[in-house]
């Protein structure tokens, strides 16, 4: 089947994206991915060496952008300013590199989006030149918006990053899916392959997890699972699931044809 997802002209096979942060070592992490599929791993500039510290383990020489296609974020960012610093010196580390991940955070605890912070980074980015994926709450006007200015994909929240929580309103991404053209990638929250498979079942294009894979007791095991629940996901979403029925039962047999009983 060729549905591939396709983000700023570019196609995937995988629809499964993967952050690299979180891993016990570079090691698990180079595992998981491969085990995962992924083709698109995210990259936290702030907190990954990428070179910035010769002294330190470069992610570049264990997961290669020669195999992965690098979407560097901004995480730990709660101001525009201070996220199109970050993306800026992220293109200088890797050579004029493009796709970008935005996220501005609203506070420490609960890690909320800012979407007025993200709005006003996402316009200076845009015009700079990036291919802007940015992560949101699951407001449709706000989702509308990011679109409008020229973002590559909308990343709605699930629920709150690193929570596990799952899918906490389906119906407002219901309404970003009925709303937007871009591709719309669920970001933040899924916590097993659950999860991951009502966003696809749903209809969006994508999920993009860390915690969920990186946290769990076996993370190479849990990254061939979220493999698994996103084709099965999307699948599903192509084949077109059958209506649901209240208090109309129907027989998964044929009644025609069938002896009926007699009295003795």
Excluded at 13 to 23: A, M
Excluded at 39 to 54: C, F, Y
Excluded at 220 to 228: D, E, G, I, P
Excluded at 248 to 254: K, L
């Amino acid at each position: 089947m060729n549905d591939k997802l396709i983000i700023a002209g570019k196609s995937y096979s995988s629809r499964l994206l993967v952050g690299t942060g979180k891993y016990k070592d570079f090691t698990e992490t180079r595992t998981a991915l491969d085990a995962s599929g992924t083709e698109i791993v995210t990259v936290a500039i702030r907190r990954v060496n990428l070179g910035q510290n010769a002294n330190e383990p470069n992610l570049l020489d264990t997961v290669p952008p020669s195999k992965f296609t690098y979407l560097p974020n901004t995480a730990g960012c709660y101001s525009a300013d201070d996220a199109v610093r970050t993306l800026r010196l992220a293109r200088e580390l890797l050579d004029g590199h493009s796709l970008v991940k935005l996220e501005v955070l609203g506070d420490p605890q609960s890690l909320y989006p800012n979407v007025i912070e993200t709005i006003a980074a996402a316009k200076t980015l845009v015009a700079d030149g990036f291919q802007v994926m940015v992560y949101t709450s699951d407001d449709p006007i706000i989702a509308k918006q990011l679109e409008d200015i020229g973002c590559a994909a909308i990343m709605p929240l699930a629920s709150l990053i690193g929570s596990g929580m799952g899918i906490l309103n389906p119906w407002n991404l219901q309404l970003i899916l009925d709303r937007v053209s871009v591709p719309v990638i669920v970001d933040a929250g899924v916590g097993t392959a659950s999860d991951a498979a009502i966003a696809m079942e749903l209809g969006c294009d994508g999920v993009l997890m860390n915690t969920a894979i990186a946290g769990a007791q076996n993370p190479v095991l849990m990254a061939s699972a979220m493999k698994q629940a996103v084709e099965a996901g999307r699948s599903a979403f192509l084949a077109g699931r059958m209506p649901k029925k209240l208090y109309s039962a129907s027989p998964s047999s044929p009644t025609a044809g069938i002896i009926a009983p007699t009295r003795s």
